[in-house]
């Protein structure tokens, strides 16, 4: 047996493991600083079922405010100059879903709510565009802008974001009304990555209110690539989750990813 002095010096030399997955589905939350949901009585969920099914990041950050600049951020790895919540925009730069579509993979974005696939409009009842970047992208087809009513299994794309409506993802509602919907919507999509070794984020768009004034929000992983009940205190933000994706499927960065760092340390 290895003393442990030498078992520590080789485990401090053995490679970082990287970012792996088939399949990526990332489900966007609204306004919530770090400590109104990671520890809080108020999301019984998050805190005593899914950290324990998957990694929690304890350092991980949006990139400004409010929350349209964010999901541009997280989509496309720039704001492009953008801060205010403005509907519609319109651009043509790279972004996760071209980059998809380039290596011969698929890109769904899913929203609830939203009246329609296609669908342009800036606002329908609880669905709002500032949420859902894609459709500002002219590379991104109408047919991957899909309406989300329950997790789809076999239809699922390569990447999926999920974006509930402005009750389900805490905007409007409560965070523990937000942690219902998490209950019941995310346990199909990780018996599906179980399955299909499917990676799961669940991240908020930016700290509201700000309390540490760092814009300090939680952000989870799950998935059988993850090491259950393991954390990490790495800085990441926005760009860092899109350069994770970026790196699971060997696409190029753009813009601010090529400056981030992908999340390590909860890998199996």
Known sequence: MLPALALASLLAEAPAVAPHASYVTVV????????LVAGSAQAP??????????????????????????????????????SSDACPLRFTSPNLGSELIAAGKTFAGWSESMPSTGFTGCYAGGYARKHVPWVNFTDVPAADNRVYTGWPGSAAATVNFVIP????????????????????????IIAWDDANDGLLVVTWDEADPDNSGRNHIPTALVGPMIRPGSSSVQNVDHYGVLRTIQDVFGLPCVAETCRAAAITGVWQ
């Not at 966007?28 to 400590?35: A, K, Q, S």
């Not at 899914?50 to 349209?68: D, F, I, K, Y």
């Not at 409506?165 to 199909?188: V, Y």
């Open 28 to 35: 966007m939350m609204e306004n919530r600083d770090y400590d």
């Open 45 to 82: 969920y998050f805190n005593r079922t899914l950290l324990r099914q998957g990694a929690l990041l304890r350092n991980s950050h949006a990139v400004t405010h409010p929350s349209e600049p964010n999901y541009l951020a997280i989509f496309s790895g720039s704001t492009h100059g953008v």
């Open 165 to 188: 409506n402005l009750c389900d993802d805490m905007h409007d509602c409560s965070t523990r009304h937000g942690d219902e919907w998490l209950s019941k919507n995310l346990p199909a």
